[in-house]
Nanobody
Framework: QAQFVESGGDLVQPGGSLTLSCAGA????????MTWHRQAPGKAREWIATLFPGGATFYADSVKGRFAVSRDEGKNTMYLQLNDLTTEDTATYYC???????WGQGTQVTVLS
């Protein structure tokens, strides 16, 4: 299974921004469809963004216009830019290849109330 390591989570004020990273640990972030997901406390994990190898991106309605996914092939890292954060965005954020069935440890984003 492909391996990726999420990082960049933090405590942030409402309206703030963060950049999350998803680093490939022996696996490429460019060769396959990559996705971001999140799981809020007491809720099911939800898909929030997809990045295709060709660069196309798709977003869940809940984050469209506020979040942006990108990648740096040289660093083998995918990013998720989070803007205009609200308490509803508090969650653990995960990245993986689209067809992967295992999850990494994720990175925690907490928007202070």
């Amino acid at each position: 299974q492909a391996q990726f390591v999420e990082s960049g989570g933090d405590l942030v004020q409402p309206g703030g921004s963060l950049t999350l990273s998803c680093a490939g640990a022996g696996s490429s972030v460019s060769a396959e469809i990559m996705t971001w997901h999140r799981q809020a406390p007491g809720k099911a994990r939800e898909w929030i963004a997809t990045l295709f190898p060709g660069g196309a991106t798709f977003y869940a309605d809940s984050v469209k216009g506020r979040f942006a996914v990108s990648r740096d092939e040289g660093k083998n890292t995918m990013y998720l830019q989070l803007n205009d954060l609200t308490t509803e965005d508090t969650a653990t954020y995960y990245c993986k290849q689209h067809e992967a069935t295992t999850w990494g440890q994720g990175t925690q984003v907490t928007v202070l109330s």
